[in-house]
């Protein structure tokens, strides 16, 4: 069998790693990103690694477990890889819900970090 590309190695540890920190220790994500990354959390925008960790760290539940049901990796410009990601998460009591994420990586001196991040949640409105 032939190896995966560089872009699905590195993507796919990255998303391994990012749930394993969000799920367990939220703390830890603030080194995956920079003072320049950019997150879209539904539709707020948060500039820079102090105002991401603020929202992360502010959102309003005790546990989170995420489960993926997919995740795609593409090479992208200017060295870096785009991320998608579909899963479900489970948030205290609540029921289960999907989610989509998307990240673009890029090797900053010798460490890939997420330059950008889109999160929303599946919900539909079917009325």
């Known amino acids: 069998m032939a190896e995966r590309p560089m872009w699905e190695q590195v993507g796919t540890s990255f998303v391994h790693l990012y749930y394993q920190h969000f ?22 925008q948060f500039q820079g690694k102090t105002a991401i960790m603020e929202k992360l760290m502010s959102l ?20 870096c890889i ?7 998460l489970k ?10 994420q998307l990240f673009v990586l890029k090797n900053i001196s010798d ?13 539909y409105n079917f009325a």
């Not at 948030?91 to 989509?100: A, K, R, S, T």
Request: net charge negative.
């Open 23 to 44: 799920d367990s220790s939220r703390v830890e994500l603030s080194a995956l990103y920079t003072d320049a990354s950019c997150l879209s959390w539904e539709g707020q």
């Open 60 to 79: 309003p539940f005790q546990k989170i477990q995420h489960s993926i049901t997919s995740q795609d990796h593409q090479p992208a410009p200017d060295n």
């Open 82 to 88: 785009l991320s998608m990601v579909v899963g479900q």
């Open 91 to 100: 948030v205290d009591n609540d029921p289960v819900m999907g989610f989509h």
């Open 111 to 123: 460490n890939w970090v997420c330059t950008n991040d889109i999160f929303r949640l599946a919900l």
